[in-house]
């Protein structure tokens, strides 16, 4: 049995910008034909001032994070001096009332209410 080989050529559909460039290179698939090339080209004084530019910007957001949780603890700090001068003023409260509750127990119990008036009031000088 022979077989015979068949020759088959890939034939590309683009178009050849090889050709305008100059380039002895060819294209194989899969591979950019186009390259960038910026215009614009920066120096070294130029990226030293980009990257401190970018660590002002980042240290500004460190300090707005860092200032934002320091109100928030200046807001709890005064909501535990609230609440300290509160529970005070409960105690003071409490006592008050369990003073005027005793002064009025002893003035409605039966000692008090069988005692009298005395008729003469004398005074040692």
């Known amino acids: 049995m022979s077989y015979q080989t068949t020759q088959q050529l890939y034939s590309s559909r683009r178009r050849s910008s090889l ?3 100059g380039s002895g290179a060819t294209w194989n698939r899969n591979q950019n034909t186009v390259a960038f090339v910026s215009s ?3 120096g070294p004084v130029a990226h030293t001032i980009l990257v401190a530019m970018m660590v002002v910007v ?3 957001v460190y300090l707005t ?3 934002r ?3 928030y603890d200046y807001e709890a700090r005064d909501i535990d001096n609230r609440i300290a001068e509160l529970t ?3 105690s003071d ?3 008050e009332n369990a003073r005027l509750t005793a002064l009025e127990a002893v003035q409605k119990s039966k000692v008090a209410k069988a005692m009298v008036a ?3 009031t004398d005074y040692a000088r």
């Open 19 to 21: 050709s305008n460039t």
């Open 69 to 71: 949780a320091t109100s």
């Open 65 to 67: 994070q860092a200032t």
């Open 40 to 42: 614009m080209k920066l």
């Open 58 to 60: 980042l240290g500004l």
């Open 93 to 95: 409260l409490e006592v």
């Open 118 to 120: 005395p008729a003469a």
């Open 88 to 90: 005070t003023k409960k």
